[in-house]
Nanobody, 115 residues
Framework: VQLVESGGGLVQPGGSLRLSCAAS????????MSWHRQAPGKERELVAT????????NYRDSMKGRFTISRDNVKNTVFLQANSLKPEDTAVYYC?????????WGQGTQVTVSS
């Protein structure tokens, strides 16, 4: 099982990034996917979730209207479009694949929002 995040980097406040998480080694379409983030000195927190079919999506309140999660079950990839980024969005962003008791994590991608 492998989850590989990409797309992070340094962006100015108000800017945008599109994070990707490429999955392999399991049946991607049978797993709910989610994005999480962890800022320095803070606990990891849930950003957004998307169901297997993509029909059910949920966001952390502070991300609503700024972040968009989506998935491509043909390319086995989940995305996170992050707009209107703020310095407090600085964190390592992780994707997760979940199905019942099974849970897989990627290695994370760093997002830094700074002028």
């Amino acid at each position: 099982v492998q989850l590989v995040e990409s797309g992070g980097g340094l962006v100015q406040p108000g800017g945008s990034l599109r994070l990707s998480c490429a999955a392999s080694g399991f049946t991607f379409s049978r797993y709910d996917m989610s994005w999480h983030r962890q800022a320095p000195g803070k606990e990891r927190e849930l950003v957004a979730t998307i169901s297997m079919s993509g029909r059910s999506i949920n966001y952390r309140d502070s991300m609503k209207g700024r972040f968009t999660i989506s998935r491509d079950n043909v390319k086995n990839t989940v995305f996170l479009q992050a707009n209107s980024l703020k310095p407090e969005d600085t964190a390592v962003y992780y994707c997760n694949a979940g199905r019942g008791p099974l849970s897989y994590w990627g290695q994370g991608t760093q997002v830094t929002v700074s002028s």
